[in-house]
């Protein structure tokens, strides 16, 4: 190939005196382009001579292109693996996902399907009261008194579904127990019942069951699809950890400049309603929208001079595969005694503390309506119930208790460092006392 080169090169240039346009090249420059030409074959040449001295450990470097081009078309013919399921996909694997509340030493009660049925006015409906346990558990869910309907009165939603089948009781991020399905029930959710079954811890599980200080559980029909490789994360509240003086000092400051920047996004929420009162509306909003402006105008600004009285706590976990602590922070401000803003927020344990995400979602229904104040009374309207880690990736799931002065929520979400993320599962109840859902007519 070097040699057919250099004979083209010197056609070209002592050859071409005929051929136009080479002829009018004058013999300097033919001598020129020679020199130029020949300089450029030897540098091919000596890349080649080069190329080929280098050996690696599959020959020269010649070789060890096409042998990278073979290894490439035999790797695109082998068949690919499956992409990874997302997180709440491994956690559907398993089907249905429920919550499950202690109900006594030896039993777990979940529901399965909420407003089967009105509470009051039902003639017809026919159940026995179930013995209440001598000490109330998982009160947070109200699920204390249950009745067991008989076979007229089984709502269709639960009637496929036998007694003695077995499910899957998460009791911790490392610790899962079969339950047996003992008798379906029914449990007042509010104004209506909803339908659930009272399932039996087995006899040798009882003692691991009892052990557990945990009320607030996740139950499977099968166990949900594993994180490929599994991630050995230890997913737990960390009672004992403590932060340094100088660490907590920092915890206040970061709520208060959150605080405001929220604030600032809801009031401009507010404003934007009062311009456009159809545009976002919430059907529990209560009010006229440019009233719940000018309410708020003086309290907003006070907050965000600073004047807000704060009070805050805040639990340790280990939630995530560097194992460096997360803590939930819950706050609460007030003006002359009224609770006018609350929020959560999530922040990284490092050397100093750093704010990753919080929710004041709270804090824009209070602006919104008028609901129950006694709610906001306490730091009580969330709290982390229970730990998971079902499909082994190191991220936990967190069974997490709300409350937004008319309902209650024990949902499960997924832990990020951007906030918790909702999955499908959650329980629902109201939060009216009973009487307010009896007809004064009736």
Same mark, same amino acid.
């Given at each position: 190939?070097?040699? !057919?080169?250099?004979? /083209? ?22 001598? %020129?382009?020679?020199? /130029? =030409?020949?300089?450029?074959? +030897? ?15 599959? =020959?020269?470097?010649? *070789? ?16 690919? #693996?499956?992409?990874? !399921? ?8 398993? =089907? #249905?996902?429920?919550?499950? &509340? ?26 026995? $009261? /179930? ?17 067991? #309907? ?20 998460? &009791? ?29 811890? #087995?006899?040798?599980?009882? &003692? ?32 004992? @950890?403590?932060?340094?003086?100088? %660490?907590? $000092? ?31 509306? *919430?059907?529990?909003? &209560? ?18 001079? =600073?004047?807000?009285? !704060? ?16 803590? +939930? ?8 005694? *009224?609770?006018? +803003?609350?929020?959560?927020? @999530? ?6 503390? /750093? ?9 824009? $229904? ?12 306490? !730091? ?7 730990? %998971? ?5 190191? @991220? ?21 460092? %951007? ?24």
């Amino acid at each position: 190939m070097i040699t !057919l080169l250099i004979l /083209v090169v010197a056609l070209l240039v002592f050859g071409s005196s005929g051929i136009a346009p080479f002829g009018a090249i004058s013999r300097k420059t033919k001598r %020129f382009l020679l020199v /130029v =030409g020949i300089a450029y074959v +030897f540098v091919l040449w000596s890349a080649y001579r080069w190329g080929k001295s280098q050996r690696l450990p599959d =020959g020269s470097i010649f *070789d060890h292109i096409e042998n990278e081009r073979r290894r490439k078309l035999a790797q695109a013919a082998q068949p690919q #693996p499956a992409p990874q !399921l997302t997180a709440a996909e491994r956690l559907n694997v398993g =089907g #249905p996902t429920l919550v499950a &509340v202690r109900y006594d030493a030896t039993h777990v009660v979940f529901i399965i399907g909420a407003d089967t049925q009105p509470r009051f006015g039902r003639a017809n409906l026919s159940a026995e $009261k /179930v013995a209440a346990p001598p000490r109330p558990a998982a009160q947070l869910a109200a699920l204390e008194e249950l009745f067991q #309907p008989d076979e007229q009165s089984l709502p269709e939603i639960i009637k496929h579904i036998s007694v003695g089948e077995q499910r899957l009781l998460e &009791v911790s991020s490392d610790l899962t127990i079969p339950v047996t399905l003992e008798r379906p029930v029914l449990a007042a959710t509010g104004c209506s019942l909803s339908a659930g079954f009272l399932a039996a811890v #087995p006899p040798d599980q009882q &003692v691991a069951f009892s052990a557990s200080a945990k009320d607030y559980f996740v139950i499977r029909s099968a166990p949900a699809e594993s994180f490929q490789p599994p991630q050995a994360a230890q997913i737990s509240e960390l009672p004992n @950890w403590k932060p340094s003086p100088e %660490f907590e $000092k920092q915890i206040a400051p970061l709520l208060a400049e959150r605080m405001r920047q929220e604030l600032s996004q809801i009031d401009a929420w507010l404003a934007a309603n009062a311009e456009n009162p159809e545009r976002g509306q *919430d059907t529990w909003v &209560v009010g006229s929208p440019r009233s719940r402006l000018a309410r708020w105008r003086g309290p907003d600004e006070r907050l965000d001079r =600073g004047e807000g009285r !704060l009070a805050y706590d805040w639990r340790a976990f280990r939630l995530t595969p560097d194992g460096v602590p997360r803590l +939930f922070a819950r706050a609460r401000w007030q003006l002359d005694g *009224d609770t006018v +803003f609350v929020m959560t927020a @999530w922040f990284r344990a490092d050397t100093k503390p /750093v704010l990753l995400s919080a929710d004041s979602s709270w804090s824009r $229904k209070i602006r919104s309506g008028d609901p129950d104040d006694s709610a906001w009374k306490n !730091l009580n309207f969330q709290t982390v119930l229970n730990e %998971f880690d079902a499909d082994h990736d190191g @991220w936990a799931e967190l069974l997490v208790y709300t409350h937004d002065g008319d309902s209650v929520e024990i949902g499960l979400y997924l832990y990020t460092d %951007f906030g918790l993320v909702p999955t499908k599962t959650s329980f629902l109840r109201e939060a009216r006392p009973a009487e307010s859902c009896l007809d004064p007519d009736e």
